[in-house]
């Protein structure tokens, strides 16, 4: 019989609000229960949700600060979305939020932390200031509201307003889950290597959680979890509950290794890019640049052919290769051919 004071999540755990078990704690509740939690209290004029609002600010953020931005909210999957004008009422609440909060940060091995304080934490000014920017984007485009009477800054930023169209339930935890994989799968964390196998399946056996990615490799949830199995091994009946996994399959995570994972390769990283992240927020590369050729031709006196602008962002990558080496510059250099391609094949150039 389980205590008084708890919840049962989406995927069926107890959370218990006086004793937190990080055990408890997985990506798909918190995914399914933010994408059912509409933001402004409920207050939309359509279905907007604190996941969509999460995968905004995860797309305002420099790339190394994604993770943490998306799950910046993600205590609200199990404590809800307190309005804040009444959460500045409650600093029980607040004391609270903050527990949860480090709890998630552990499991998850969420970094950039700061001095800005949001849901309880303390988060870098970058996660802040995107946080700020998402909610000007969102007063202005999903409530229609006076941003000078909401104490926010103009939206300057307006390529945004691709992202806070309506979604369905279904549509904004699917896009949040697909955010989160491909945020820990461009990660180089060895920690986070077994994660984004999570969303496919969990098991326990002998009081370790364990995570089945859709190859069959078997990895424990958590670095606990690991160091403890490693402890408590036992090969024959590991073998009888996972018979397709090897002796070591839980090596594989990552989190007893020596070395941290291999990253992508860089072909696989720009593609990843062009067709996600970008494409949710820019539209079609051909479109993009139509309005970047528009405004270099007004800057410059001359016209800018638009199938040209891929060619010029290659050009200021090298430049910036040849003043100092950095990986990023060689993936948005496949990143800016790939979109100069689209671009020729929209305009029917393509032989």
């Known amino acids: 019989m389980k205590r008084p004071g708890w919840i049962q999540t989406y995927t069926g755990k107890p959370f218990y609000f006086d004793n937190i078990d990080s055990n408890e704690i997985c990506i798909e509740d918190i995914a399914h229960a933010l994408s059912n939690i509409c933001r402004f209290g409920g207050h939309t004029p359509f279905h907007y949700s604190v996941a969509q609002h999460s995968l905004l600010v995860s797309r305002l953020v420099p790339r190394e600060y994604a993770l943490e931005a998306l799950l910046h909210d993600a205590t609200e999957a199990y404590i ?3 309005v804040t004008p009444l959460k500045r009422r409650i600093p029980e ?5 903050a527990e949860l909060s480090k709890k998630i940060s552990r499991v998850f091995g969420l970094r950039n932390i700061g001095d800005f304080g949001i849901n309880g934490m303390l988060w870098s000014e970058e996660i802040h200031k995107a946080d700020l920017e998402a909610l000007a984007i969102e007063a202005k485009f999903v409530m ?4 000078e009477d909401w104490g926010l800054d103009p939206v300057t930023n307006t390529q945004m307003r691709r992202m806070v169209r309506p979604r369905t339930q279904k549509e904004a935890k699917e896009d949040f889950l697909n955010r989160f994989k491909e945020i820990v799968e461009q990660r180089e964390s060895p920690n986070l290597r077994g994660l984004v196998g999570a969303i ?4 326990r056996w002998g009081g370790f959680e364990f995570i089945a990615n859709k190859n069959g490799t078997i990895y424990p949830a958590g670095t606990e979890d690991a160091k403890a199995f490693e402890a408590a091994f036992k090969p024959a009946e590991f073998e009888k509950l996972f018979p397709n ?10 989190v007893n290794a020596s070395s941290p994972p291999a990253p992508k390769n860089i072909l696989q990283e720009a593609e990843s890019l062009v067709t996600g992240a970008r494409a949710e927020a820019y539209g079609h590369p051909a479109e993009d640049f139509s309005r970047t050729a528009k405004m270099w031709s007004a800057i410059l006196g001359v016209e800018v052919p638009v199938e040209k602008i891929a060619l010029c962002m290659i050009a200021l990558k090298v430049s910036r290769q040849c003043n100092a080496a950095k990986r990023d510059n060689w993936t ?3 990143g800016y051919a790939q979109t ?3 671009v020729n094949q929209k305009q029917g150039k393509m032989e």
């Open 80 to 82: 809800g979305d307190m």
């Open 332 to 334: 948005d250099i496949a």
């Open 144 to 147: 229609g509201a006076d941003l």
């Open 93 to 97: 609440f607040s004391g609270y939020e």
């Open 245 to 254: 996994a090897t002796k070591s399959a839980y090596l594989d995570c990552g």
């Open 340 to 342: 100069g391609y689209m």
């Open 200 to 203: 496919d399946h969990k098991t």
